[in-house]
């Protein structure tokens, strides 16, 4: 199977059994987008959705949160990882935004990446998310699933996966395919246990063809390579 055939299989399926794939980070602007995201590194959605409702509530817009002090602010959110971290990091965050842009979210990449806590996986969200741009976001699931199913060949890196993604993918799909590899991998090609006999895309995966060839079953039985 070549490499072209491989995506366009993959992205038939997708296309079929998740035709509206969104978020599952629960929020109600760019700005509370942003923090959620923020928030959810090494967290679970499911962990941030149960915080952030007050958060937002308490601080709607930049300037709120940009005079919180840190105290008041690790209070709502204590039960995330790096709450310390976190807290410090968003409240910088809304500081920027606040006195370099206006109290408005910049919405390209590298402005994006200069707030504090920002990386390129969570500009790539927001670009991808809230304005609907050819943004591939590369989370642990995106990275896992693109080198097990083999739409990229053991890629040393996320970059490297996000330009090998957004090569094969046609431009108008590269948003929505971020939402496809995020929840396949979240609930179906899982890191320690992949549940391959529930795949749709099974035809066109690679580490399910090597396991029926014999040469993926250790890797199957113990847990597939990948992030956790």
């Known amino acids: 199977m070549t490499i072209k055939e491989r995506f366009n299989g ?24 942003l923090l959620a995201v923020i ?31 840190e105290e008041e602010v690790y209070e709502y959110i204590k039960s995330v990882t790096f709450p310390n971290n976190k807290t410090k990091a968003i409240i910088k965050a809304a500081r920027m935004i606040e006195e370099e842009f206006g109290g408005e979210l910049p919405s390209d990449i590298d402005n994006l990446m200069k707030l504090p806590g920002v990386g390129r996986k969570t500009a790539n969200v927001m670009l991808a998310v809230v304005w609907n741009k050819a943004a591939m976001a590369v989370d642990t699931h995106v990275f896992r699933v693109s080198n097990r199913i083999g739409l990229t060949n053991k890629s040393p890196n996320p970059l490297v996966t996000e330009k090998t993604l957004v090569k094969h993918i046609p431009e108008e799909l590269i948003s929505t395919a971020h939402h496809w590899l995020i929840l396949h ?7 320690r246990k992949p549940d ?16 029926i060839r014999g040469r993926g079953r250790g890797k199957f039985l113990n847990g597939a390579p990948g992030l956790n």
Do not use: W
């Open 196 to 211: 391959c006999l529930n795949c749709a895309i099974s035809a066109y995966c690679k580490f399910h063809d090597e396991l």
């Open 39 to 69: 928030l959810s590194a090494q967290c679970t959605d499911k962990r941030i959705n149960m915080v952030t409702p007050a958060l937002f509530e308490r601080f709607p817009l930049p300037a709120d949160l940009a005079a919180a002090g």
């Open 10 to 33: 993959i992205i038939s399926v997708f296309q079929e059994t998740m035709p509206s794939p969104q978020t599952e980070l629960k929020y109600d602007t760019p700005f509370h987008l």
């Open 185 to 191: 991998g979240r609930y179906v090609c899982k890191a």
